[in-house]
């Protein structure tokens, strides 16, 4: 994990090449790390996007286009990297750009160790902003809906020099943990679906809200995300409705009008 001071953080860099499937397979498979370069803090690699780009499309997903972003002691390790067999010659193929830190928004794990800002810095020099995220898979549909205008406008934008969007794919441990999610879920549709059959069909819809309390739980809890004051606010208001409106329901079955004659 990488947590260094900013002294000890020297040198950035994006790197971008062509390659073939078979390195881009390598290097998610088994990427570089602190331990297999020397002078190598934290490296993420990752495959280039078009920005704008529809969803369902070759430009979104560019397999043969690899992008990688790291941390270095020095440049001296950079230039070693680069003259190793491998990813380092396939990467000293394609194109690099070294940079500087001077200021960060926002957290990361994996560059905690960065300060706000190094200082005050000349505001006519060119500069390379770098937006690292990790998607939410809750949140997918709504960065879909509205990363896409915003991708155009940065792309399109006549001060722009260079911009372009890289993922990093799920990773074999990920991909094997979506086994005992499909599995699990499954189970519980399985167990709502007999709740309703045979149990009381009031009692079974309340419960069923109480998913939303756990999944909160669960993100907290196990992942570290945290909850604003207002999502608790929005989850208590969509719990406390869905009960009144069953309860509502319940009542109104319950006691039908009166035939008038």
Not at 216 to 240: E, K, R
Request: with cysteine.
């Amino acid at each position: 994990m990488f947590r260094r001071s900013v002294n000890d953080v020297t040198v950035h860099t994006f790197h971008l090449a062509r390659t073939s499937l078979v390195t881009t397979a390598k290097a998610f498979l088994r990427p570089p790390t602190s331990a297999t370069v020397p002078g190598l803090q934290h490296a993420e690699c990752l495959t280039t996007m078009q920005l704008g780009a529809r969803v369902l499309s070759p430009q979104r997903l560019q397999l043969t286009r690899l992008a990688m972003f790291a941390a270095w002691d020095n440049e001296e390790a950079i230039d070693d990297f680069l003259a190793r067999p491998g990813l380092g010659a396939a990467f000293a193929d394609g194109w690099h750009v070294r940079m500087e830190f001077l200021r960060r928004w926002g957290h990361i794990t994996e560059f905690d160790g960065l300060p706000i800002s190094t200082g005050a810095t000349d505001p006519d020099l060119p500069v390379v902003a770098v937006t690292l995220a990790r998607l939410k898979h809750s949140q997918l549909f709504r960065f879909i809906k509205w990363g896409k205008p915003v991708e155009q406008l940065v792309r399109d934008d006549p001060a722009t020099t260079i911009s372009l969007a890289a993922m990093h794919p799920l990773n074999t441990v990920q991909a094997l943990w979506l086994l005992p999610v499909g599995i699990l879920a499954a189970l519980g549709q399985l167990c709502m679906t007999r709740a309703y059959t045979r149990g009381a069909t009031m009692v079974v819809a309340n419960l069923q809200y109480s998913g939303i309390i756990f999944a909160a739980l669960f993100g907290v809890l196990l992942f570290g995300d945290q909850m604003a004051p207002i999502g608790w606010l929005g989850m208590a208001t969509i719990i406390l409705s869905g009960m009144t409106a069953t309860f509502l329901r319940a009542r109104a079955l319950s006691n039908p009008p009166a035939e008038s004659h």
